[in-house]
T-cell receptor, first 113, second 118 residues
């Protein structure tokens, strides 16, 4: 069973536009929600992460919005650039215990010039 | 900080041979490391959790006798694919659990190892 659902599977955005990727989870024990960026042939790199005690976190052009009651969170990439073209994974875990990350299925973002 | 390396970055081996992949945390100690497998255009699939000085915990469906994991020190975990077959060809990624600047546990990922079994 997929613990974290992610959409869309792929996304094409014009340069300068806003890229939005959505994720939903079921397990209310999750209390840590990171986003990873992965380029082809490379390992995932942490982009930004949020805890459920805040509804939004912004770092540069990247913003996470978190809706605890809906059990949803999303990544917004403002002023998208061709260099942002990559696969993005949301994930969820518990900050205590095993800290296993449960990944979404990934979104392949293409930013066209 | 929080750099994780993997070696080799890619390896080609013949069917029936064994391959060892190393995962090192370069600038921090990691009591826990994780091994993932990723198929093309797919998400990461957790294979096992490796704890320093103890046996690894394997996820359901992962053959522990085929994928041998050793976490002999706080900075090194190894994955050995024994008697490799073409279906074992995949991208293997490790991560090491460290502490972020905010004090949260965070998994720091290695660059991955591309295994091709001919």
């Amino acid at each position: 069973q997929q613990q974290v659902k992610q959409s869309p599977q792929s996304l094409i955005v014009q340069k300068g536009g806003i890229s939005i990727i959505n994720c939903a989870y079921e397990n209310t024990a999750f209390d840590y929600f990171p986003w990873y960026q992965q380029f082809p042939g490379k390992g995932p790199a942490l982009l930004i992460a949020i805890r459920p005690d805040v509804s939004e976190k912004k770092e540069g052009r990247f913003t996470i919005s978190f809706n605890k009651s809906a059990k949803q969170f999303s990544l917004h990439i403002m002023d998208s650039q061709p260099g942002d073209s990559a696969t993005y994974f949301c994930a969820a875990s518990r900050r205590t215990g095993a800290n296993n990350l449960f990944f979404g299925t990934g979104t392949r973002l293409t930013v066209i010039p | 900080g929080a750099v994780v390396s993997q070696h080799p970055s890619r390896v080609i081996c013949k069917s029936g041979t064994s391959v060892k992949i190393e995962c090192r945390s370069l600038d921090f100690q990691a009591t826990t490391m994780f091994w993932y497998r990723q198929f093309p255009k797919k998400s990461l699939m957790l294979m096992a959790t490796s704890n320093e000085g103890s046996k690894a915990t394997y996820e359901q469906g992962v053959e522990k006798d085929k994928f041998l994991i050793n976490h002999a020190s706080l900075t090194l975990s190894t994955l050995t694919v024994t008697s490799a077959h073409p279906e074992d060809s995949s991208f293997y990624i490790c991560s090491a659990r460290g502490t972020s600047g905010s004090g949260d546990y965070e998994q720091y990922f290695g660059p991955g190892t591309r295994l091709t079994v001919t």
